[in-house]
């Protein structure tokens, strides 16, 4: 059974920066790309950041400039690096190891930006 954990998350005052890390356990295969999602409360999930397993990147424009998603196939960990962080950016993070026909998920981390 596959298990995607997350951690890293925490408190920090806008223009800080924090690391996620998300390792996936399991008999893991046919993984295409790693992402990072967040939900925000009262808000839908949204994608923050793709990694493909080429190493092709893509962000939304919120937070552009400011996260960089990396991988680590080795340790099956994805990781986002968060830099600069905005108040906005308080949510729930979760990670996804997406697959052709389905997803494995964390089950998120609490990031919350102070002002």
């Known amino acids: 059974q596959v298990q995607l954990v997350e951690s890293g998350g925490g408190l920090v005052q806008a223009g800080g920066s924090l690391r996620l890390s998300c390792t996936a356990s399991?008999?893991?295969?046919?993984?295409?790309?790693k992402a990072w999602y967040r939900q925000a409360p009262g808000k839908q999930r949204e994608l923050v950041a793709t990694?493909?397993?080429?190493?092709?990147?893509h962000y939304a424009d919120a937070v552009k400039g400011r996260f960089t998603i990396s991988r680590d196939d080795a340790k099956n960990t994805v990781y986002l690096q968060m830099n600069s962080l905005k108040p906005e950016d308080t949510a729930v993070y979760y990670c996804?190891?997406?697959?052709?026909?389905?997803?494995?998920w964390g089950q998120g981390t609490q990031v919350t930006v102070s002002s």
């Open positions: 996804a190891f997406r697959r052709i026909d389905n997803d494995y």
């Open positions: 399991g008999r893991i295969s046919n993984i295409i790309a």
């Open positions: 990694i493909t397993n080429g190493g092709i990147t």
